[in-house]
């Protein structure tokens, strides 16, 4: 007997290859690190933004709307709904799990995309070089490397290096920014959240756990195999853990020239 499924349909989905390089110049990925309550964000109101999990709070009563709000956390919504709900109202565009957009209380205002993960590489892609928008270490590189890489076109998938501003800057290049601007991309969970309070209800944290065999890895893969002339990526956060060797950083001084040059 055939089995129907009975799980609500997501909201009207849209592909990614609508947002495939429809854009160009800057763009600041807005990440939760303490760091961020620095950031002038209404001083840079004209720039696009990428936002996610509770970064959305930086956005309340600005008037600014995220170019794209990112979530790979399936359990953000449940952990803090109030700021999910914003992302939902506030943002242009959202990226989330196919079976988070099904379960969610509300639907995004704005265009929804669905993630999925990159397909592992095989040897003969690799020796035939088949797709070039999926980057990826050589397969010799260990059993690890399989699950690091980076993608250029989000219609083929994306790689999750355990912490959401790794998608956001895959969002970016496929979008066809060509600089990102990194602002409380801290990685140090020792920190807290720029938006947490002693009171306020704190989402775990696996940044530690992974920070030296998934994020720093896939950053580096990144540094030297995407950034150069058509992409560049600089960090704004001066007590983030990612070393100046693999994202350069940048002043507020110098961000002011950057973006409007």
């Not at 993608?151 to 290096?161: M, P, R, V």
Request: net charge positive; aromatic share 8%; charged share 20%.
């Amino acid at each position: 007997m055939e089995v129907i499924s009975t799980a609500p349909s997501p909201g009207p989905v849209t592909g990614f290859a609508r947002c495939r390089n429809i854009q160009q110049g800057p763009v600041f990925i807005i990440a939760s690190g303490s760091s961020a309550k620095d950031f002038p964000i209404e001083a840079f109101a004209n720039i696009p933004m990428i936002t996610m999990n509770g970064a959305i709070s930086m956005f309340r009563g600005t008037g600014i709307r995220p170019f794209f709000y990112a979530c790979s956390d399936t359990s953000f919504s449940l952990q803090q709904p109030e700021l999910f709900a914003q992302a939902m109202d506030l943002s242009q565009r959202v990226a989330l799990w196919e079976e988070h957009a099904r379960t969610i209380p509300i639907q995004p205002r704005g265009e929804l995309f669905l993630l999925k993960k990159a397909p592992r590489q095989t040897w003969r892609e690799q020796l035939l070089r088949s797709n070039r928008d999926l980057v990826r270490p050589p397969l010799l590189s260990g059993n690890r490397s399989r699950t690091i890489g980076f993608s250029k076109n989000l219609e083929l998938g994306f790689f999750d290096a355990r912490t959401v501003a790794y998608l956001a800057l895959q969002l970016a290049y496929h979008a066809g920014f060509d600089t990102a601007i990194l602002v409380g991309v801290d990685l140090s969970p020792a920190q807290g959240r720029f938006y947490e309070t002693p009171d306020s209800v704190k989402s775990p944290c696996g940044l530690d756990q992974h920070l030296q065999s998934r994020i720093l890895p896939s950053l580096k893969l990144m540094s030297d195999k995407v950034m150069g002339k058509d992409f560049a990526v600089y960090n704004l956060s001066p007590t983030s853990r990612i070393p100046t060797s693999i994202i350069p950083n940048i002043s507020l001084d110098e961000l002011g020239k950057l973006v409007n040059r």
